[in-house]
């Protein structure tokens, strides 16, 4: 069994519904809550909505070059689980009568960004996403009273640990050629960003994250430990030009 089928695995076996949820169209946030909390879920819910097309072009041309065959059905899967991500936050928003959003500039910038981008950038642009969601999610938790949106919150951060474990194997393969110089100079480039990406957001929704007790040096050291499965996965990846090289740093 390859890595990918693996993942095959896990994704058909993760695939929850988000009747789960057991949504009864009564409002469950306070008006405090509501007024904390509504814009910052329109913008996720809308961020988490991509119909990934992009992505898998990009995977099927990456998988056909480097002989990974379970790679795009994979990778498919995990789209549709952001997809789900993006379902039942809607179903939420639809439950606490907050209207959804059809676009916002920070979603439109991220997906100009990626459709710019060749497979190993739009990774890296979605995993930088996936890494703010990390301290969203937990001030989320924390912030609410509402059950079914802690609930939401748990689940969605239950999906995100193990994507981030997904697009590092991914990442892996994209560097596995490259000295390890260029290797950290990859992972400065992903700190660089997700940086970038944390003051945005922070800054944003600095209301929610302080209700939340989430300083903006928490808020980003979530989302560095968050990365770490991605670090370790880039510096243990090696040149495998060289069998007799790779088994002896095997």
């Known amino acids: 069994m390859t890595k990918y089928s693996s993942w095959i695995h896990y994704f058909r076996h993760n695939n929850w519904s988000t009747v789960q949820f057991e949504f009864r169209n009564v409002p469950t946030l306070s008006s405090e809550e509501r007024d904390l909390l509504s814009a910052s879920l329109q913008q996720f819910q809308l961020g988490e909505g991509s119909d990934g097309l992009g992505l898998l072009r990009r995977c099927r041309r990456f998988s056909g070059q480097n002989a990974h065959p379970d790679l795009p059905e994979a990778m498919l899967l995990f789209i549709r689980e952001e997809q789900r991500h993006s379902a039942v936050l809607g179903h939420f928003l639809d439950q606490e009568c907050i209207p959804r959003l059809r676009q916002h500039w920070v979603d439109q910038l991220f997906r100009k960004i990626r ?30 009273s509402s059950i079914p949106l802690k609930l939401i919150a748990q689940r969605i951060l239950r999906d995100e640990e193990q994507h981030l474990e997904f697009q590092a194997l991914n990442l892996a393969h994209c560097a596995q050629q490259r ?34 007790a989430l ?25 495998s030009s060289n069998p007799a090289v790779e088994a002896y740093l095997r």
């Not at 710019?116 to 912030?143: D, K, Q, S």
């Not at 903006?216 to 050291?221: D, G, I, S, T, V």
């Open 115 to 144: 459709n710019l981008a060749g497979f190993e950038l739009m990774l890296t642009v979605l995993v930088t996403a996936e890494l703010i969601a990390i301290p969203y999610y937990t001030a989320i938790h924390n912030a609410t």
């Open 179 to 212: 000295s390890d110089f260029a290797r950290f100079l990859t992972i400065l480039a992903q700190l660089g960003a997700l940086t970038c990406a944390a003051a945005l957001v922070y800054s944003m929704h600095s209301s929610l994250f302080r209700k939340a």
């Open 215 to 239: 300083s903006p040096l928490r808020f980003w050291a979530l989302a560095y430990d968050a990365h770490r499965p991605i670090l370790h996965a880039l510096t243990a990846a090696r040149p």
